[in-house]
């Protein structure tokens, strides 16, 4: 990428952030010759997107709405906004964005997913990770829900919200 400073062609990535629901990708740039910075936008080509390889082996393209559906399933009944749902997928978006891999096994997603969502709502995660994780049977999902219970952290304060 050329400098608009100084013109010069070397520059480092040093964030990378997912806009605009996964299809503008933010780069913030430091040019190597002179010091400055500068942030480029790329749109995500469709030829370039995600991959996710499924636990069978197949490969198909990374579709956001299928992630979408797996929380809203999750959330069903559950006081978390539309608003939210979307902010975790951007933020999981962006961590996928940000490793730089073409290819995600699916559990990777699903892991990421879950995490944050265990932060959102404890019940839905339970929901989620049974469906998605490779919980095995009812010990794993016991275990796991009593290793939710032990680290809940008390209700959140009114400034929570700036830590997603
Ligand atoms: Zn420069």
Do not use: H, W
Request: aromatic letters at 6%.
């Amino acid at each position: 990428m050329r400098c608009p400073f100084c013109y010069d062609n070397n520059d480092k990535v040093i964030d990378s952030r997912a806009a605009d629901g996964g299809k503008v990708i933010r780069r913030r740039r430091q040019c190597l010759a002179c010091g400055k910075r500068f942030t480029t936008r790329e749109m995500v080509d469709d030829n370039v997107r995600l991959t996710v390889i499924k636990k069978d082996g197949s490969r198909m393209p990374y579709e956001r709405v299928k992630v979408v559906k797996g929380l809203e399933a999750a959330l069903y009944k559950r006081t978390v906004s539309a608003l939210q749902v979307s902010q975790l997928v951007d933020e999981v978006e962006e961590d996928l964005f940000r490793r730089g891999d073409k290819e995600i096994p699916s559990l990777d997603i699903g892991r990421l997913v879950a995490g944050k969502l265990r932060q959102l709502d404890a019940v839905a995660y339970l929901r989620f990770a049974s469906v998605y994780l490779d919980l095995k049977d009812v010990d794993d999902l016991i275990a796991e829900a009593e290793d939710v219970k032990a680290s809940t952290p008390p209700p959140p304060g009114p400034d929570q919200g700036a830590l997603f």
